[in-house]
């Protein structure tokens, strides 16, 4: 895999941006840039979910019905965008990953182990402290994620 220098770890870039670095980012992975990419890129970025590549393709197929877009190419797309940081995917063990744009603020997840709902959230202090504990151990930090699985309060109410 091919990869190349190129900003995608601006959590503010903008589509048009976000696009000539993928139309790169395939050419210097020798991929030709089809429209049917550019769809799979277009959806997440559009897209306020963490999605399965399941659930992106079903997207894709009820917006452009006319386009011939396997799950095969949803999934080596997303394969290559996550390997380039372009994407971010939160595991679920069996049940597989969802994906989201890695060109968004900068948040954390709180994840539901029984609905697997994905609640994003941002804290400055939890921010401030990780910063702390990386200059006090001299480790320059490029980048974090931090995932807190739990029972959600609807799943908690529903439970009872």
Do not use: W
């Not at 603020?105 to 609640?119: A, F, M, R």
Request: net charge negative; with cysteine; proline share 1%.
């Amino acid at each position: 895999m091919q990869n190349i220098t190129t900003d995608f770890n601006d959590r503010t870039i903008k589509y048009e941006q976000l696009l000539e670095n993928f139309k790169k980012l395939l050419k210097a992975n020798s991929l030709k840039f089809t429209i049917q990419r550019e769809v799979i890129l277009e959806t997440l970025y559009n897209s306020d979910e963490h999605l399965t590549p399941e659930s992106l393709h079903h997207l894709i197929q009820e917006k452009y019905p006319e386009l011939k877009t396997g799950i095969a190419t949803v999934y080596r797309t997303l394969s290559l965008l996550e390997d380039s940081n372009v994407v971010t995917s939160l595991s679920f063990g069996a049940q597989g990953k969802k994906y989201e744009l890695g060109a968004k603020e900068h948040h954390d997840h709180l994840i539901c182990t029984e609905c697997g709902e994905i609640t994003e959230f941002v804290d400055e202090e939890i921010e401030k402290r990780q910063h702390a504990i990386t200059d006090e151990l001299g480790f320059k930090m490029k980048d974090h994620s931090m995932q807190i699985y739990g029972i959600c309060k609807k799943c908690q109410e529903k439970n009872r």
